[in-house]
């Protein structure tokens, strides 16, 4: 519910005790304990993330020239050190310890509910009105930016109607398990959350 120390919005949480009851309901045995680590993957991530583009100098950022996105750089390079000589080798031996965490967990959890993001979706540009906002998005998004680290397979599934603002959790299961992943996800949503008119021509 709250992946270590995660202040996670009211109508998040609503939306993962729903999910978690909608599975109980159906067989499967739900209870609620903390994860593995996602914070320091999530520090780890953003180091790998920028090795790449500062070894180009950032050529790409500035070639494009794209005010929103250099700003977000420039936060992002401030809570990210540079990766150093043995930078990479040494997160990447990290990553591993990491992963064999969430393998082990995952080995006695098979199925985690978590949620996409601590808060509903947030209004347009937030991230770049200031340090602080930008903080608060990626406060937010700390189980987005960790776990995918890890190369574990996930599914998203929405939660909320069409008349709402959208709303989801995230479901995530150990290597090649993504039948558990589906199963639960028909689970949680076994109807389209709006009519949906294929396309035909």
């Not at 050529?59 to 250099?70: I, V």
């Not at 990479?88 to 199925?111: H, I, K, M, S």
């Not at 949620?115 to 340090?131: H, N, R, T, Y």
């Not at 398990?177 to 689970?187: K, P």
Request: net charge negative; glycine share 6%; with cysteine.
């Amino acid at each position: 519910m709250r992946p270590e120390g995660l202040a996670t919005h009211p109508a998040v949480e609503k939306a993962l005790r729903a999910a978690a009851l909608a599975l109980q309901e159906a067989g499967w045995t739900v209870v609620e304990t903390p994860c593995p680590p996602l914070r320091e993957p999530a520090h780890l991530q953003a180091l790998l993330w920028l090795a790449e583009s500062r070894r180009s100098g950032n050529k790409a950022y500035q070639a494009e020239n794209e005010a929103e996105s250099l700003a977000v750089l420039a936060m992002m390079e401030a809570r990210a050190p540079e990766a150093g000589e043995h930078g990479v080798a040494d997160a990447l031996t990290r990553r591993a310890g990491f992963l064999r965490q969430w393998n082990l967990f995952l080995e006695r959890y098979p199925l985690v509910l978590l949620p996409v993001s601590a808060e509903p979706p947030f209004p347009d540009a937030l991230d770049i009105e200031s340090e602080a906002s930008f903080e608060r998005v990626i406060e937010a998004q700390l189980v987005q930016i960790g776990l995918p680290l890890m190369g574990l397979p996930a599914l998203t599934v929405a939660t909320s109607d069409a008349s709402s603002a959208p709303m989801g959790v995230q479901l995530v299961a150990g290597r090649y398990r993504e039948d558990l992943l589906l199963e639960a996800g028909a689970v949680i949503a076994p109807e389209p959350i709006a009519p949906v008119e294929p396309v035909t021509e």
